[in-house]
């Protein structure tokens, strides 16, 4: 690692903790993961608690949905608070970052740091390393203590590997969220197309590809296993190797970019 | 000696820079006169090496010259305090000379830039301007949007790198700051230097008199010897030399006053304003 990235992940970490992006982000993941504990307790009450207030009603059915909503399986529920910190998480992140570095180069910030001596894809390689593992070290975080507490209080059929092993995947799966918001901010003519495209990719691709099976091999395919908890441990080789080859090529586009400007 | 020669730019089909070619003596202040959107920012960037220029050359006098620059508003992260802000720039390598660079701008360490007043925020700039100990500094609009404190707070600075031998060059529009602390000023239009200023010559070189009478002057006699004559107050009238014929219109002004009955209390030359000089070259 070069001297000035090393410079420049100090100066992002403290802008991370200073302008309070780590309390948002653990909120909002430890908010996410209240939120889905909550709704799988409160909800499972309601079929019977209806079926006392309306002794003809179907509860079967409603039962069934409610189980498939928020299912009371640790693996199965720890999907569902995958795929809302997929949705809501991961919107909140590109939200947040999508516009950084563009506002830095505009505003003049790197004039003075470029004159010294840094190089432009320190800055972005910086933004990419802290904020990256930021969220991806809380969406960690955050499924792990989502798992030791769904032990305590739902039928357990998911081991402690198979939880860590979808934790790093979910993770990763942050981690290149931010760097394609990151590293496409600077290729397009303004850093919202960037968090368009991405909110749009990680909404829309991971539930349409499921009906293909080429589908596996896409990178999204990173968002798809986790939310079902899939234990094909192999299948993840090829998506992930596309999502670094996806990266490495962004990577060299915007250096090359970067050099010409 | 730096040596600016013939630097032209475009933008978009619109010549900005039409041949701009000046001199700069080493360890003196330079100052760069125009209007808003004359070109200053873009000459100071193509010299620095931020732009490039579609032609002209740019030398420093050698080869390995050390160029600090600083734009007009720079940025800064604010998150950052003044120490973390020079210790960044310096890679975190050497905390006595980022100290030394607090002291040179009279800022205190761990104050967060967020808080920080524009004059503030501008000496900081000059010390980040300085890290690499740069014998050249280009200094864009270093005034402009600070307080008449914070002003003087940045004049004396700059002075102060003057007698440690740089060489600095300095854009503005506001004249005043120019006049107290340039060596020599250019002022550009149409996309060249069209004049150049000696500021030491041009406070020497007197461009008129202000008299002051005991008593309200005769100013129709007067005006038969010198026109034209400013009323500066009932008992004070101001009078320019012609640029054409100076000698000749002083042995007029001389002429016409020896016939005046009324008593002179006081007479005093006064040098051509650069505002003066402004108006007559850039508008």
New interface residues.
């Given amino acids: 690692m070069s ?2 990235l090393i ?1 420049c992940m ?2 992002d970490i ?2 991370c903790v ?2 309070g992006k780590v309390i948002l982000f653990a909120a909002m993941v430890a908010g996410i993961g209240l939120m889905i504990m909550a709704f799988t307790f409160i909800f499972s009450d309601i079929p019977e608690a209806l079926w006392s207030q309306l002794p003809g009603f179907d509860i079967d059915s409603l039962e069934e949905l409610i189980s498939t909503m928020y299912p009371k399986m640790v693996r199965e529920n720890i999907g569902v608070f995958s795929y809302y910190i997929g949705f809501f998480f991961s919107l909140v992140v590109v939200l947040v970052i999508h516009g950084i570095l563009t506002r ?1 180069r505009d ?7 470029v ?3 840094y190089n432009r894809m320190d800055f972005l390689g910086s933004k990419i390393l802290v904020y990256g593992t930021l969220s991806g070290g809380c969406v960690l975080a955050g499924y792990l203590l989502y798992f030791v507490f769904a032990c305590s209080f739902m039928e357990r059929n998911m081991s402690f590997g198979h939880a860590l092993f979808c934790g790093v995947i979910h993770a990763l799966n942050l981690f290149f969220i931010v760097a394609y918001t990151l590293l496409l901010s600077l290729l397009y003519p303004t850093p919202v197309l960037s968090a368009v495209s991405v909110i749009a990719t990680v909404i829309l691709v991971p539930d349409v590809a499921g009906y293909f099976a080429a589908g596996k091999y896409l990178p999204t395919y990173l968002l798809s296993f986790v939310y079902d908890s899939s234990d094909r441990y192999g299948d993840v080789a090829v998506p992930l190797m596309f999502n670094i080859t996806i990266l490495a090529i962004l990577w060299v586009v915007v250096s090359n970019r970067e050099d010409k400007s | 000696m730096i040596s600016v020669k013939g630097i032209e730019k475009s933008f978009f089909g619109k010549k900005v820079l039409q041949g701009v070619s000046f001199e700069v003596s080493e360890g003196s202040i330079y100052g760069l006169i125009g209007k808003n959107g004359a070109g200053k920012t873009t000459l100071m960037k193509i010299m ?1 090496g ?1 732009l490039g220029a579609d032609a002209g050359s740019c030398f420093f006098g050698k080869e390995e010259c050390r160029i ?4 007009d ?5 604010e ?2 305090t003044t120490d ?1 802000y020079l210790d ?5 390598k050497n905390p006595i000379r980022r100290n030394k660079l607090l002291e040179m701008v009279s800022l205190a360490p761990g104050l967060r830039i967020k808080t920080m007043s524009r004059g503030m925020r501008q000496r900081l ?1 000059i010390a ?2 300085l ?2 100990d740069p014998q050249v500094v280009l200094l864009d609009e270093p005034t402009s949007a600070l307080d008449p404190a914070g002003r003087s707070d940045v004049k004396e600075i700059l002075l102060r790198l003057k007698k440690e031998g740089r060489t600095i060059i300095l854009s503005t529009h506001i004249l005043a700051d120019m006049d107290s602390i340039c060596d020599r000023a250019g002022f550009l239009h149409n996309g060249v230097i069209v004049r150049e200023v000696d500021m030491n010559e041009n406070r020497e070189s007197a461009a008129g008199m202000v008299i002051r009478f005991a008593s309200e002057p005769d100013l129709k006699t007067l005006s038969g010897y010198i026109n034209p004559i400013y009323k500066v107050d009932p008992l004070t009238i101001r009078l320019d030399f012609s640029k054409e014929n100076k000698q000749e219109s002083q042995q007029n002004i001389l002429k016409g006053l020896s016939v005046l009955p009324q008593e002179i209390t006081s007479i005093r030359t006064t040098e051509q304003s650069l505002d003066q000089i402004f108006r007559e070259v850039c508008q």
Avoid: H, M
């Fill in positions: 001297e000035g410079c100090k100066k403290r802008e200073r302008s830095e505003n003049g910030k790197w004039i003075l740091p004159e010294q001596g | 620095t931020l600090g620059y600083l734009p508003l720079p940025g800064f992260y998150y950052l973390e960044f720039l310096l890679f975190d700039g980040a301007v890290v690499n």
